[in-house]
């Protein structure tokens, strides 16, 4: 059975997933490497699992998860670095 990565900015509310990894992003640019430590720093690892909360206003910035317990609002181009495969309800 093969699962579909998504990227967590495209995950819809309430959500369940897996984090796969964490990929480049080019709207980082150079800083890429630093965003990608700070997520790892903060726990976004791959096999850790994740709910998304909510969005803000419009489905705009942040987008709010919850991952080991903390709740954490990131960027939109922050969420798009982080792949996962979702879980059924």
Same mark, same amino acid.
């Given at each position: ?10 995950l819809? %509310? #309430?959500?369940?997933? =897996?984090?796969? #990894? /964490?990929?480049?992003?080019?709207h +980082?640019?150079?800083?890429? @490497?630093?965003? =990608?430590?700070?997520? %790892? $720093?903060?726990g +976004?690892?791959? &096999? @850790?699992?994740?709910?998304? /909360? #909510? +969005?803000?206003?419009?489905? @705009?910035?942040p987008v709010?998860?919850? /991952?080991? &317990? =903390?709740? +954490? #609002?990131?960027?939109?181009? $922050? @969420?798009? %670095? /982080? ?7």
């Amino acid at each position: 059975m093969s699962h579909h990565v998504t990227p967590l900015h495209l995950l819809p %509310k #309430g959500a369940r997933a =897996t984090i796969t #990894g /964490i990929a480049s992003h080019s709207h +980082f640019g150079e800083l890429d @490497a630093q965003v =990608t430590l700070r997520l %790892k $720093e903060l726990g +976004f690892l791959p &096999g @850790a699992m994740l709910q998304v /909360i #909510g +969005f803000g206003l419009f489905g @705009a910035d942040p987008v709010a998860v919850r /991952i080991n &317990g =903390t709740k +954490f #609002g990131l960027r939109r181009s $922050e @969420a798009a %670095k /982080i792949l996962t495969t979702t879980h059924q309800a």
